[in-house]
Antibody, heavy 125, light 106 residues
């Protein structure tokens, strides 16, 4: 059974930092692109970043570039998101999600087939 | 940046067909996927790559994508289908979600 379990969320003051982790099980992490997606309270889904299987390629949503850093440790079956210079508007549930494309070559063919339960990050003084 | 637009809400009677549209410029040239999210739960993939249903998703869920519109169709809608639904597509290395549609079964 595929499982994704996030941890590391919590209350942090504006300007502070936080590191989220996502532990993967039930599949070989090193064979999948992985993403972080967030959801502010009462709002919709917002893609944050993704990372290639070997960690050699990363992409970020333009509005967050420079403040958040995605990384992975395949040997530890883990995905990470370093959040820096946090703002109140970063308050959200942060989900890790596995990407799949069923072997299609089209870059737009990817979808998120498994999601974690989410980690709540609250930025407030 | 690329945008996907969904109506905020759709209502349907039990047993009827619900259609949830997702609008994006030349969306039909990309693949669209759909996610269901119930209150307090993580999103669940219900349709991927325009019209493919993941294992475990009931046959009443289907999808289409052409021109500027992708559509999620739920046939024989049941009360348990009441949820928020999000469309998703990739553009220029980034993924985009629609704003979400709240499906009410009344």
């Amino acid at each position: 059974e595929v499982r994704l379990v996030e941890s590391g969320g919590g209350l942090v003051q504006p300007g502070g930092n936080l590191r989220l982790s996502c532990e993967a099980s039930g599949f070989t992490l090193s064979t999948y692109w992985m993403s972080w997606v967030r959801q502010a309270p009462g709002k919709g889904l917002e893609w944050v970043a993704n990372i290639k299987q070997d960690g050699g390629e990363k992409h970020y949503v333009d509005s967050l570039k420079g403040r958040f850093t995605i990384s992975r440790d395949n040997a530890r079956n883990s995905l990470f998101l370093q959040l820096s210079s946090l703002r109140p508007e970063d308050t959200a549930i942060y989900y890790c999600a596995r990407e799949d494309n069923r072997g299609f070559s089209d870059p737009s063919s990817y979808f998120f087939d498994h999601w974690g339960q989410g980690a709540l990050v609250t930025v407030s003084s | 940046s690329y945008e996907l637009t969904q109506p905020p809400s759709v209502s349907v009677s039990p047993g009827q067909t619900a259609r949830i549209p997702c609008f994006g410029l030349r969306l039909g040239d990309k693949y669209a996927s759909w996610y269901q999210q119930k209150p307090g739960q993580s999103p669940v993939l219900v349709v991927c790559q325009d019209n493919k249903r993941p294992s475990g998703i009931p046959e009443r869920f289907s999808g289409s994508n052409s021109g500027n519109t992708a559509t999620l169709t739920i046939s024989g809608t049941q009360a348990l289908d009441e949820a928020d639904y999000y469309c998703q597509a990739w553009d220029s290395g980034s993924t985009v979600f629609g704003g979400g549609t709240k499906l009410t079964v009344v």
